[in-house]
């Protein structure tokens, strides 16, 4: 059984960092697509970050050059490093996986997420 838990949420003000992880189990971080999405309120969920079987990296626009996506295939966890956060980053933080190296056909497996407020 596939099992992603998040943790590294919180409030910090702009301008702060913090760094998600989930941990997997059931599952191998290092050979499959794995990712990040956020669903702000009252706003359907985004991809964030996405990092597949060959550590091709993608980022939303919104992110790149503030965000980091890694895996640590020893700990079999997936991060997200976010740094200068702005107040729009503020909503639940989800890791996803697929059931494949590609990440071309989605996700399958959710965590429960992990909220982040960032106050101005």
């Known amino acids: 059984q596939v099992k992603l838990v998040e943790s590294g949420g919180g409030s910090v003000q702009a301008g702060g960092s913090l760094r998600l992880s989930c941990a997997a189990s059931?599952?191998?971080?290092?050979?499959?697509?794995m990712g990040w999405f956020r669903q702000a309120p009252g706003k359907e969920r985004e991809g964030v970050a996405t990092?597949?079987?060959?550590?091709?990296?993608r980022y939303v626009d919104s992110v790149k050059g503030r965000f980091t996506i890694s895996k640590d295939n020893a700990k079999n966890t997936l991060y997200l490093q976010m740094n200068s956060l702005k107040s729009e980053d503020t909503g639940v933080y989800y890791c996803?996986?697929?059931?494949?190296?590609?990440?071309?056909?989605?996700?399958?497996?959710w965590g429960k997420g992990t909220l982040v407020t960032i106050s101005s």
């Open positions: 996803a996986a697929a059931r494949y190296g590609s990440c071309d056909y989605g996700m399958t497996f």
């Open positions: 990092s597949d079987s060959d550590a091709d990296i």
């Open positions: 059931g599952y191998t971080v290092r050979r499959n697509c």
